[in-house]
Every structure is written in C-alpha cells, then in structure tokens.
C-alpha cells in the first residue's frame, strides 16, 4: 500500500508532464492509442465516481457561509468560458467540428484537477471545491443547453441526448460516490490517497486516445487549435481573476475563482464529442487538458510565491483529497 501512495502521489505531482506524454504516444502510436477512444466514457465515469468518493456535505456548506463568491464563480464558469469558446473559435476560423469541440469544452464543468492546483497557488480550496462540486451537478442541466445555443447553428445538437450522457457518466457516478463515502466512511478512507493516481491514469488515457484517433488532424490543424485553446484558457484564467476582484473578494478567493473558470473538465468534452460527433470534435478537449494543467502548475508555482494579503482563505483552506 505504501508504494501505491509513493506511486499516487509522484503521479500527482507531475499530472502535467503525465497528460503530455499521453498526448505524445497518441501520436506516436496512433493506431493503437484510438483503440481506446470508444471506451472513453467508461473512463470518465470511473474519473468522476472518485471524485465523489472525494466530495463530503461539509464540501457545501460554504454555500451558506458565502453565497456570493460561490454564486459569481459558478455564473463566471457557466458564461465566461462558453463564450469565450464560441468567439475565439470563430475568430480563428476553425472548422465546424472544431467549433463544436471548443465551445464543449467552454460549457463543460471544473476540472477535477483545479482543486490541487488552488491549493498549491494558496488559494482558497474550500470555495475551489464547493465550486466544482456545484458546477459539476449543474452540468447535466446547463451544458446540453450552452451547446445547443452556441453550436445548434454550426452542427445539429440534441440537448436532451447530452443530458443523458452526462447524467450517465458525471452526475450517477459522482453522487453514488458521495453517497459510498458518507455512509461507508471507514472503508472509503483508505482508498482515499489512490484517487490521484486513478485520475490522472484516466485522463492520460483519454488524451492518447484523442489525440491517436485524430493523429492527422493534429499535424494540419494542431498549431491553430493549439493557439485557440491557449488563448481560451488564459483569458479564462484572467477573467476569473477580474470577477473576483470586482466581486471585492479576498485575494485567496479571486486566485480560487480565476482556477475554477480557466481550468474546465476537458475529459468531458471529449466523452461527449466522441459519443455524439466525430472523433475530431473530441480534439479540442484533448489539446485543453493538456495545456490547462501545464498552465495551471505555472499559475499555482507563481501564487505560491505570494502569501495572500487576507486570512479568510487560509482558515477555510483545507488540502484537498483528488486531483
């Protein structure tokens, strides 16, 4: 057991690295690394059932403690981000299933990375975890219908399929494993330390199995999306930081929400452009996570540098249990 924890935390600590060398035997074995592209909303099933065995009712609780940087926060991830998507894809000329990947990407909840990145940046990680736990049960209902509005134009879109997908692989599963962690505390507690390394193994997958099946498509058009996605995440990461501080928030709260609205859960993009689209659509996705979290280790390393000039943050602040 010692030496799955030694295994689940390097894999932790170098979750950036990790996704891009996915990324690199996606095209360097493609024909292979796409076997598992049809498997991909098992896999993020299985990601977000740990992330549930992570979430505890307490997660929620700051809610009622600060309704108003949790509601900015959420409203920021749910309008920024698809915006943001829709124009900088359509600025960049992008093919239409492209444009579809982005503005997926755009509409899809927090990253179930961002909570260890708003820890290291010493923000505050009980508003990154109520945020991601509340925009990720709001997926099912907001996501199909940013799609539909944003991309309904460019390709047919069914809300009420998108519904059902992310109810099948985000909702069930995260709830089911809340519920297995509230009332089977004592034997979901030791397998606490491994959800990093089950994380991280389902998203490195995922990415090598995108990028495999679209392996040509990212030698024609890699370098255009890659400058999309780019922009996408950073002026995500900077709006985020605007709203807090025009929201009056505290420093550790602004450095939470800019995390939470930069960093999206791009494996479900990917799920949901690989089932309902064609592979390509899932490219997007694909590229998103492995530059948000290269981008957000930089970010955290940054912060990290920079003790926040309030106390709340770091009262509230508690480590966070996955990646």
Known sequence: MKVIRKVADFVGTWFAVLVLAGAIIGMLVPA?????????????????FGMGLTMRPVDFAIVAKHPKAVLLGVAAQY??????????????????????GMILVGASPGGTASNVIVYLARGDVALSVAMT???????????????????????????????????????????????????????VAPLLPLMPLVSVAGIVLVVAGVVGANADAVLTT?????????????????????????????????????????MQNSGLAASLATTHFEPI??????????????????????????????????????EPERS
Request: aromatic share 8%.
């Open 79 to 100: 309008t920024v981000m698809p915006l943001l998507a829709w124009g900088i894809a359509h600025a960049f000329n992008l093919p239409p299933l492209l444009v579809v």
């Open 281 to 318: 659509a899932a490219l997007p996705g694909a590229l998103f996570s492995v530059w948000h979290n290269l981008s957000g280790a930089a970010a955290a390393t940054y912060w990290a540098r920079k003790a926040p000039k309030d106390a709340e943050g770091a009262e509230e602040a508690r």
């Open 32 to 48: 292979q690394a796409s076997l598992i592209t049809p498997h991909v909303p098992l896999l993020l099933g299985i990601i977000m």
């Open 133 to 187: 736990s509340i925009s990720t049960l709001l997926a099912p209902f907001l996501t199909p219908l940013l799609v539909l509005g944003l991309a309904g134009s460019t390709l047919p879109v069914s809300a009420s399929a998108l519904f059902v997908s992310i109810l099948q692989v985000v909702l069930l599963p995260v709830i089911a494993g809340l519920l297995l962690r509230t009332f089977a505390e004592r034997f």
């Open 222 to 262: 890699g370098l255009l999306l890659a400058l999309a996605v780019i922009a996408h995440n950073t002026l995500g990461l900077t709006v985020g930081y605007l709203v807090g501080y025009f929201g009056r928030m505290p420093e550790s709260a602004r450095r939470a929400v800019s995390v939470e609205v930069g």
